[in-house]
């Protein structure tokens, strides 16, 4: 947290943490053999998920391009691979789950938690917060028939990622290692991935402070990266760090405007979105928006910022020219992560305790269609699953 920030903005950006980790906590804990078998057994069997009260039904369909969405639900160490021409769930696959060593067998240790994902080409990348590695996952080799995943690779890189992002050329991944909550110096840093070689080739640590999101300006040449500290900005040529910007009140979110003027990133202690001049590093406006804004996105276009409001249950729409508010689009569930479809007309929503993806047309912001994650559709099917990610493609994925 910045140091100008008052204490009473920690419990609502801590909680909100605190549940988005808790999965990895509960498999670590828990640890040995039996559990990777218990935790197999819960994965391969669809539908088997105990009922709530609080549950509720998505409409479990929609209208949209091609392509496919690959949500990252961190609370069931997997993720799903979707159409997005109609919300179908295709399948859901185990991720960054790697064999028990020194076992002599084949079994595997279901202790992932893939907080975050992007994807370059045909190629997901998951941060995998529970076993402190990058998952490598060819989106064109998925199987139906193969909840498994056999394929994937595991990078090692820092302790507790939760984010990253591939830069503009496509030869990099950035992995944003959290590091534990607790104590100090904290561990948290910068792992560089060469997406030639899936290895870590530099790494960037940051004593003291804790790298949440990072987005890249277009050109590549700067990384932004959220921390408790404020926008850590750095130089992508040297791993650098040119500057970095306080008072942001536990910036989460970070986005870059197409033109590279500006960057936007998400006040969570204060309900804002600071507006950055990418020339002069300093704020130049804040617009309020709902509570415990998450992520954020852009428009291709550069129109439009679209701003997750988890506890206001909403999503915010900026015109970019005027930085307002010219909306705000009712979605209960918590949402926190946010992807808008490669053509632009759809923005997909993920709800971080209803388990449902809300998709809405961005040429009116009026809703499409939804459905709730895991297998199904049934009410409880997101119980607990956590949508922390979404990555869209115009391709579309395996069995589609």
């Keep these: 947290m910045a140091s100008s920030e008052s204490s009473n903005s920690r419990p609502a950006w801590a909680s909100r943490r605190v549940l988005m980790a808790g999965a990895a906590a509960v498999v670590l804990a828990a640890g040995g053999g039996g559990t990777a078998a218990a935790l197999s057994a819960h994965h391969s069997v669809a539908g088997q998920r105990a009922g709530t009260s609080t549950a509720r039904l ?37 991720v960054g789950d790697p064999a028990v060593p020194g076992t002599g067998t084949s079994d595997t240790n279901y202790s992932s938690t893939d907080e975050g994902v992007a994807i370059s080409g045909d190629t997901l990348y998951f941060a995998d917060t529970g076993n402190d590695t990058v998952a490598v996952i060819n989106a064109a080799d998925l199987q139906v028939s193969n909840y498994a995943n056999p394929a994937e690779t595991l990078i090692p890189v820092g302790q507790d990622p939760e984010s990253l992002a591939v830069t503009p050329d496509g030869s990099q991944v950035w992995v944003a290692d959290t590091g534990p909550q607790t104590g100090l110096p904290s561990l948290g840093g910068i792992s560089v991935i060469s997406t030639a070689t899936d290895k870590v080739t530099s790494t960037l640590k940051l004593p003291g402070t804790d790298p949440r999101a990072i987005a890249f300006s277009p050109s590549g040449a700067t990384a ?149 994650v895991g297998y199904g559709g049934e009410p409880n099917a997101g119980d607990g699953e956590e949508p922390t990610g979404i990555a869209l493609t115009s391709t579309p994925t395996p069995g589609s």
């Design 58 to 94: 998505a409409a479990a369909s929609c209208t949209g391009p091609a392509g496919a969405a690959y949500v990252a639900v961190a609370g069931y160490q997997a993720f799903d691979a979707v159409d997005t021409a109609n919300c179908k769930l295709i399948q859901q696959y185990n």
């Design 224 to 372: 932004y990266v959220t921390t408790g500290d404020g926008l850590y900005v750095i130089s992508t040529a040297t791993l650098k760090v040119v500057t970095v910007i306080g008072g942001l009140g536990d910036p989460e979110g970070a986005a870059v405007s197409p033109d590279g003027k500006t960057v936007y990133v998400t006040n969570t202690a204060r309900g804002l979105v600071d507006v950055i001049s990418a020339a002069s590093n300093h704020v130049t406006r804040t617009i309020q928006v709902g509570q415990l804004p998450w992520q954020l996105v852009i428009s291709a276009n550069g129109k439009t910022v679209y701003v997750a409001d988890g506890d206001s249950n909403a999503v915010s729409v900026i015109a970019a020219a005027t930085d307002t508010v010219t909306n705000t689009i009712s979605d209960a569930g918590d949402p926190v992560s946010l992807a808008l479809t490669p053509d632009g007309s759809q923005l997909w929503v993920g709800g971080l305790t209803s388990g449902i993806v809300t998709v809405f047309s961005t040429a009116n912001d009026s809703l499409v269609g939804s459905f709730n």
